[in-house]
């Protein structure tokens, strides 16, 4: 069975939310069933794109994994697009019989028996901005299916106060859940070099907004690696 | 019994390890038993500064926590200066009975029996950058301390080539210890801004040097106050 992959890339840092700084390979699936109006990273969603993506085996990514890395074992975050829309569970078992340890990212659309092997699962539900809508029954389906995981999180990006709004109701269903929220980044065009200040100021106004009312629940963290690289893809 | 405190504020995030992006409000104690050399706090370090220090008790702290957080419970940080020096056990006591968590960071160099009722405890041994010395015998007596804690860590700033070494040691001698590095930061002085970009090249060094060499058991994280507020105190 082959998988759609966009790319893989690393040993570089985990940008964002609850392994922020951590060293990863990121395996990034083609092909996503939510259409995000910011979503920055087009090339692994829109199947324009499609003729960009590998069809690659199990064994065939985790030999590129394994290149990467020199054979030392780190963390594989399977990040998409949505990478639930396909089976990661051979994968994660051929990575973790050689040590490896599983992320995986996605918005909660999709359920998978394999969520169980990971041992973080990430779920990102997209906020009124991004114009997709959670299916919260789905998103339970997943909550189920990743009991065997060591952490699950909630990771929500704000554009807004509506976003704002929304992520509070998400942590009402949700108390157990840790979350991060980071603000959302609307310069999303890789020849485009980022606002540093600019990015800098989206993060202190999301810092202002949870400290001022008194919301101490969520982590609030930028996207470290759009500090550091910008937009630019393969880091 | 009265504490000498630097500083009460918050609540504001934290910027740096285990916790980065996590509401918080910070207790700066005064007085501590190290002079680093590039110490960023040395107006809680350097008893020049004692008549800045309010002497408070463990209730005047937490009225004054309890204050800024609106009477809701969250992180407290107890920091310095090397808070060690000094008995928060009852500062502790206090707060958790209201709900309030405490996590404190200090270099090891002196073990409290309160450590056992953090949630967090930082130890943060200071690299061959900073001018001083590290007693390991002591500081594995703050370990054996802090056997109630939920999470202990060690982060370790990293100026140079010498730090890095320094800390990959580190890392053999206490692999079990979650490792937090972060580049330092030469740019102390509250009056001038902070160089954004110098910051970032600075961690994204560090970055470099981590993936580059397979190093993968450290996270690697700037500190996220400085970027967002520079060197201002009380943010």
Redesign the interface.
């Known amino acids: 069975m082959k998988l759609r992959i966009s790319e893989i890339f690393?040993?570089?840092?985990q940008g964002e939310g609850a392994l922020?700084?951590?060293?990863t390979v990121f395996v990034r699936a083609g092909g996503c069933d939510y259409r995000c109006a910011w979503c920055d990273s087009m090339h692994a969603v829109d199947s324009a794109f499609r003729h960009d993506w590998a069809e690659m085996s199990a064994e065939d990514i985790m030999a590129e994994v394994r290149r990467l890395?020199?054979g030392?074992?780190?963390?594989v975050s399977i990040s998409g697009g949505n990478p639930a829309i396909q089976d990661f569970g051979l994968l994660i078992e051929l990575g973790k019989q050689e040590g490896y340890d599983f992320a995986c990212e996605t918005q909660g659309s999709v359920a998978q028996p394999w969520f169980a092997e990971l041992e973080t699962l990430v779920l990102s539900p997209k906020p009124p901005s991004s114009g997709e809508e959670t299916d919260w029954r789905k998103f339970d389906r997943c909550l189920e299916n990743a009991k065997g995981c060591n952490l699950v999180v909630m990771k929500i990006v704000i554009f807004d106060e509506t976003d704002y709004a929304w992520a509070k109701a998400a942590e009402e269903r949700y108390p157990n859940l840790p979350l991060?929220l980071q603000p959302g980044n609307p310069e999303v065009d890789p020849d485009q070099p980022v606002d540093?200040?600019a990015a800098?100021d989206r993060?202190?106004w999301l810092?202002e907004k949870?400290?001022g009312d008194?919301?101490?629940a969520?982590?609030?963290?930028?996207q470290?690696h759009m500090?550091?690289w910008g937009n630019k893809r393969g880091v």
Chains 1, 2 share one sequence.
């Open positions: 690393g040993p570089t840092i922020i700084g951590k060293p890395s020199s030392r074992p780190l963390t991060y540093l200040q800098i993060l202190l810092i949870v400290t008194g919301w101490f969520p982590h609030v963290l930028p470290l500090l550091v």
